[in-house]
């Protein structure tokens, strides 16, 4: 069955430090992959996706994903996360071409000042 | 543009009470998608459809729930017979095909 795993349900880093947070997906083929942040009491929003080509994506606020086909995996960087940056942050992947996007249980991070 | 828009942002019935949930999705998008999340069962797929028509239910609980989109401009998530285990945050999004989702900012029902 199609799912995405992020082991992690909480990650606390000190402000200024860097982040990295873990995705993997079981899927037939290479899926669209997804990351998404939900700030407290809001609606999900993109941070960055992967189609295809460069494995490293850059998506918004200095946040990259690499994709890494031979581990299944889709993981979350950062080099210096700011005290923002606090959110749950949910990994997703949808079938190539298909609708259905699966999300991964979340991580709650805490960046501590 | 405002975004995907969900009102109520909050909502609270008794048990056995009725609950409709709006969504207004993104104008031009044409398929819109209703997800559940709880702290329990995280995000969840509940229906999906594109141009208006339903394509995708399997998320739906069988009963009570049920999902309409009458025009481009509206969705809604109805239930009935409201139950504390519907307690949960309904989120909308809509998407342009096979492309990024976007979420509203959910409805937060609490049924006592």
């Known amino acids: 069955a199609q799912s995405v795993t992020q082991p992690d349900a909480r990650v606390t880093v000190s402000e200024g430090a860097s982040l990295q947070l873990r995705c993997k997906y079981s899927?037939?083929?290479?899926?669209?992959l997804f990351w998404y942040v939900q700030y407290q009491r809001q609606g999900l929003q993109l941070l960055l996706k992967?189609?295809?080509?460069?494995?490293v994506v850059q998506g918004v606020n200095g946040f990259e994903a690499e994709f890494s086909k031979s581990d299944s995996s889709f993981h979350l960087r950062k080099a210096s996360v700011h005290w923002s940056d606090s959110a749950v942050y949910f990994c997703a992947a949808s079938r190539t071409g298909g609708y259905k996007v699966v999300f991964g249980s979340g991580t709650r991070l805490l960046v501590s000042p | 543009n405002a975004g995907v828009i969900q009102t109520p942002r909050h909502k609270v019935t008794g048990k056995g009470q009725e609950a409709t949930l709006w969504c207004e999705p993104i104008?031009?998008?044409?398929?819109v998608f209703w997800y559940r999340q709880t702290i329990v069962q995280g995000l969840e797929f509940l229906t999906y459809?594109?141009?208006?028509?339903?394509?995708?239910d399997s998320g739906m609980p069988k009963e009570r729930f049920s999902a309409q989109m009458p025009n481009q401009s509206h969705s809604t998530l109805k239930i009935q017979s409201t139950q504390p285990q519907d307690s949960a945050v309904y989120l909308c999004?809509?998407?342009?095909?096979?492309?990024?989702?976007?979420f509203g900012a959910g409805t937060r029902l609490s049924v006592l």
């Open positions: 992967y189609y295809s080509g460069d494995p």
């Open positions: 459809f594109r141009n208006q028509a339903p394509i995708d």
């Open positions: 104008s031009g998008h044409s398929a």
């Open positions: 999004a809509s998407s342009l095909p096979q492309n990024t989702l976007y």
């Open positions: 899927y037939s083929g290479t899926p669209y």
